[in-house]
Structures are given as structure tokens and as C-alpha cells.
């Protein structure tokens, strides 16, 4: 598992490109890989077949831990997977496990019920046992949603079984093998630990009494005599279509993938109105992809939205938390709680800088933002105050050679800080190009990993949201981070008349273990020269 940006732990996998027993060459996408700020195409160094996939898609591993193996054709990989292969086997039998639980432990808890022991001396050919899968990095128990499939009916491989609710969201769960539904585990609506017995698939007529002891007790819908025996079917027959509306309902199931269902869901499009063009018309990425490249202009999204009633609740609601989301709370957390912040403010008189964005935009071909011209006021004033451009490494202090400003911009899961490398060398037109191009992909989720690390210092600007004035938690490793306010007209005083003039109020948070108080006031002192006489730039 690849570290694919700097405050990386783990990675999920959100799709994988190349199934087990595929060619794969250099250059080629194996796997989407979602982290803490965005999911990226991960391409593989290697060619040859893929042997072995060591992380399911929509499961998360630890970066270094096994993704996958590529090798030669039917290569013996045995020796390098220590201890066996848990995830997943070159012979597809994926989610096949061997489970002993006795009787005493099996009558400790209601929720252990499913799980009676099952020997693999008492498997017959082709009788796959499949445990409820872990979905989740932190997920401990499942709960069966909705069965696809009833006993008895014809399974194929890559068909939905069931919908499984994690601790954070339900999602489809697809068969790994061909067969009959011979036994269900957990009943609908019920929940079981991760790794007991979800369900038995096999051949026609299979009894399953031999393998899983009391199983009687493990689906209470079905009788002994049914449990014992699945009437046979015929086995070539579909008996179940996976278009076909749910029983008791009028409303179509509708068949789409977790990262197509993702997607759909941060787009804000409705599933319901999408044709699939996957296997019996799943939705997948593409699909959404097709549609968000081709939807209504702003102005018709504006009107849409204008004159759409909301809608409102009196019931509390629950949102499960993303990898971001989930990240980021732990990385501010650590932040605010280890690094002594303190504060500074200054308020920026920014006429000048007003006539001189005007000056600078009246040339063919240009067009800045006041968030450049502070970038790179920002960057001269660190390079003058290497202090400041500087980290916290426990027994010492980093002072950083280069100036790298990442700037926060706003996700649809939370924040991500990209970041422009060696800033005091970059002109305003330069600025003004990296910031749009990196806002625009950090939106799209397709930052590269190298684009959000090494920052040295961070800037937060909510005044295009009308914000005056605000403070922010430091980005670490950084030791300190500038929130930018609004620009707002109103009296001012100058040569001792009151005028009508524009400021701008700045506030940085700094980490004292590195920036003293009267360094981070020469910092801003600097700042607001550069800014209030843009001039001073150009020396």
C-alpha cells in the first residue's frame, strides 16, 4: 500500500482496475486509492500477471502493508505472503474461512449465534463457507440490510448477495463464487460479528447439517428438514433478476457501485435517473463521470436551486464519517492539543494594493486575485523571516531552504492544503495559474500526492465568504498559518482626517515552541508593508 501524501496511515481501496490471473503492464491503473484527501489513480512499475490482490475493493490497509503481487503466470507465491493468504487467493476462494467455535463459546453471547463451529473436514467440493466481511477499518459487526438472494436460488459470481450495514454505510456485497444459496447465517435486519458465518454456497441438493452444527438456530425462517436439504435446482437457470423490483415494494433496487454511489452522492445527483452500462445495468464511475461532465450550466443550477422548496426535519440524522473527515479531525486535534498556539492580528490599509491589482489586471492577458498578490507578499516576507519558515522536530528546529505555501481550499469532505513549491520564485501570473489549477483538481479529487506535502507555511482565506475576521489551527509540521479576512469599505483615519478607505484584517496562529511572539509581529510587520506598498514587492 503506497504512502500517497504525507499525513497518509492507511489507504482504501476504492476500485481495483485488474482482476486476479490479468496481464498487467507498466504504466497500466492497478487500483483506485482513496486516502485522507483524495482518491488517485495508482499506476503499476511492474509488468506481468497479477497474481494476488492483498486488500479488497472498499477495504483499507495500512500503507506497506501487502496491495498486491505481480509476477510470472502461475508462479508459486505461497513462500511470500507469510502465513498464508488471507485476503485473497490466485484460486478466487476469497472469502472462504475455516471457523472452530465450541459450544461453550458459542452460548457467551446472542451475537455469537452464527457462528457454530464449521470444519473444513466436513466441506464438500465446491461448498464455499462465507464469513461477514470486514467493510471497514473500524467496523467489528455487520448487519444484513437486505438478503438478495433467498435460499435456493441460483448465485453467480460478481452477483449482489446482500446489503451489509457497517458502522458507516451499507453497501453492496457481491459473491465471489458460483452456486446455490444453500444457508443464510444471519437472518434480515440482524447483526453478526465480522468473520462469522454469513452464508453457504455450493451445488444443488448440498445438506448443510454436516457443516455447520445447530444450524437450525441460525436462521429461524427456515425449518430443519428445509436447512438440511435445498430442494435442487436447476443450476444453468437464472432464478433471480437483478432488475426486478424488491418484494412488498414498488420501488426499483437500483444497482450501482460504492465509488460510482460515491461519487453520486458528492455531485449531488439522484441514482434513481442514471442508466447503467455496467453488468446488468450497474452503475459504475463512468457513468457518473458522463453525466457530471454534461449537467446544466450555473445559471440553470442557480434557478433550480432558487426555486426549490427545503426541506425539513424535526428527526435527528447521521452522516458516517470519511476517511478525510475522520483524518482530519485527528491531524487538528493533534495540532491544537500539542503545538501552544497564540494568536496575532493586524489590520492591512489596502488602497494601494487595490490600485495596483487594477494596474496589474489593465495588461493583455493577466488577471490576479488579491489572494495572489498576499501569496506572494506572503513568500518574500518568510524569505526575510526564516523563523517563521521553520518546523518543530522535537530535540530541534527545522529551518526550511525552500518557501512552499499550501493553501487551504475547501472539499467536498472537508479541507485539503496543496501546495505551491518555491513560491518566492514564482511571478503573480505564475501564482495566479498554480492556485486556480490545484483548487480546481484538489475539487475533482485529482491532486497527486507529491502536490499536497512538504508545505512550510499555510494561508486560509474565507474573505470571499464576507468573513472579517478568524483564526485558524496550525497545518503541522507547519509552525504557523495566516488567515485572511475580507476587504470591507469604511471610515478610516489618514493624516488625521477621517476618509472612507478599505482594510483587510489578518490573523496568524503560531506555534510558540518555534515562533516567539516578538518574531511573528516582525513577520506581520513585514507583511503589511509588502502589502500596503506593493511596490516594495518589486526591490
Not at 507498466?26 to 489513480?41: F, H, M, P, S
Not at 472462504?96 to 457454530?116: N, V
Not at 503545538?339 to 491589482?357: C, F, G, S, T
Not at 516578538?518 to 510587520?525: D, I, Q, R, S, V
Request: net charge negative.
Amino acid at each position: 500500500m503506497p504512502r500517497l501524501s504525507d499525513t497518509m496511515t492507511e489507504g482504501k481501496v476504492a476500485v481495483w482496475h485488474k482482476k486476479v490471473g490479468d496481464t498487467v503492464k507498466e504504466g497500466d491503473i492497478l487500483a483506485e486509492i482513496e486516502t485522507d484527501k483524495a482518491i488517485q489513480d495508482f499506476e503499476s512499475e511492474f509488468s506481468g500477471t497479477l497474481l494476488f490482490v492483498g486488500t479488497q475493493e472498499g477495504d483499507a490497509a495500512p500503507v506497506d502493508s501487502i496491495l498486491a503481487i505481480i509476477g510470472d503466470a502461475n508462479e508459486d507465491i505461497s513462500s511470500y505472503v507469510s502465513g498464508g493468504i488471507t485476503k485473497e487467493e490466485p484460486d478466487n476462494k476469497t472469502l472462504e474461512k475455516e471457523t472452530e467455535i465450541s459450544a461453550e463459546q458459542a452460548s457467551e453471547s446472542k451475537k455469537q449465534t452464527p457462528t457454530e463451529s464449521i470444519s473444513s473436514d466436513t466441506l464438500p467440493e465446491n461448498v464455499h463457507v462465507i464469513t461477514m466481511p470486514r467493510l471497514s477499518d473500524t467496523m467489528t459487526d455487520g448487519k444484513v440490510a437486505n438478503w438478495l438472494k433467498k435460499v435456493g436460488e441460483t448465485v453467480k459470481k460478481g452477483e449482489l448477495l446482500a446489503e451489509i450495514e457497517t458502522d458507516k454505510a451499507v453497501q453492496d456485497f457481491e459473491s465471489e463464487f458460483d452456486g446455490v444459496l444453500l444457508f443464510q447465517g444471519v437472518e434480515n435486519g440482524a447483526s453478526a460479528p465480522v468473520d462469522s458465518v454469513l452464508a453457504i454456497i455450493g451445488p444443488a441438493g448440498t445438506a448443510v447439517s454436516s457443516i455447520v452444527s445447530g444450524g437450525n438456530n441460525m436462521q429461524n425462517s427456515t425449518n430443519a428438514n428445509e436447512q438440511d436439504s435445498v430442494p435442487k435446482v436447476d443450476t444453468t437457470q437464472n432464478v433471480s433478476n437483478n432488475n426486478s423490483t424488491e418484494t412488498g415494494s414498488s420501488q426499483e433496487r437500483i444497482f450501482i457501485s460504492p465509488l460510482a454511489k460515491k461519487l453520486a452522492e458528492e455531485k449531488g445527483l439522484d441514482i434513481h435517473t442514471i442508466h447503467g452500462s455496467g453488468e446488468n445495468g450497474r452503475i459504475v464511475k463512468k457513468d457518473i463521470e458522463n453525466i457530471a461532465t454534461n449537467t446544466t450550466s450555473n445559471q440553470e443550477k442557480e434557478k433550480i436551486e432558487k426555486y426549490t422548496p427545503i426541506q425539513t426535519s424535526l428527526e435527528d440524522s447521521e452522516t458516517p464519517n470519511s476517511q478525510i473527515r475522520t483524518l482530519i479531525a485527528k491531524r487538528l486535534s493533534e495540532s491544537k492539543f500539542t503545538a501552544p498556539h497564540y494568536y496575532l492580528m493586524v489590520e492591512i490599509d489596502m488602497d494601494k494594493a487595490i490600485q495596483a491589482r487594477t494596474e496589474i489586471n489593465s495588461m493583455p492577458d493577466t488577471k490576479i486575485s488579491f489572494n495572489d498578490m498576499l501569496i506572494k507578499a506572503v513568500a518574500k516576507a518568510l524569505r526575510k523571516h526564516p523563523q517563521v519558515n521553520s518546523s518543530w522536530a522535537g530535540d530541534k528546529i527545522i529551518h526550511h531552504g525552500g518557501i512552499h505555501i499550501g493553501v487551504a481550499v475547501a472539499v467536498t469532505d472537508g479541507l485539503v492544503v496543496p501546495v505551491l513549491k518555491n513560491t518566492d520564485t514564482m511571478s503573480y501570473t505564475e501564482i495566479s495559474q498554480s492556485v486556480k489549477d490545484l483548487a480546481s483538481r484538489a475539487r475533482d479529487k485529482k491532486l497527486k500526492a507529491n502536490e499536497m506535502e512538504g508545505s512550510t507555511f499555510s494561508i486560509s482565506n474565507l474573505g470571499m465568504f464576507g468573513i472579517e475576521t478568524f483564526t485558524s489551527i496550525i497545518n503541522q509540521p507547519n509552525s504557523a498559518i495566516l488567515s485572511v479576512g475580507a476587504i470591507l469599505e469604511k471610515p478610516i483615519v489618514k493624516d488625521g482626517q477621517i476618509v472612507v478607505g478599505n482594510t483587510m484584517k489578518l490573523s496568524m496562529a503560531c506555534d510558540h515552541r518555534v515562533i516567539d511572539g516578538a518574531t511573528g509581529a516582525e513577520f506581520l510587520k513585514t507583511l503589511r508593508t509588502y502589502l500596503e506598498q506593493p511596490l516594495s514587492l518589486l526591490l
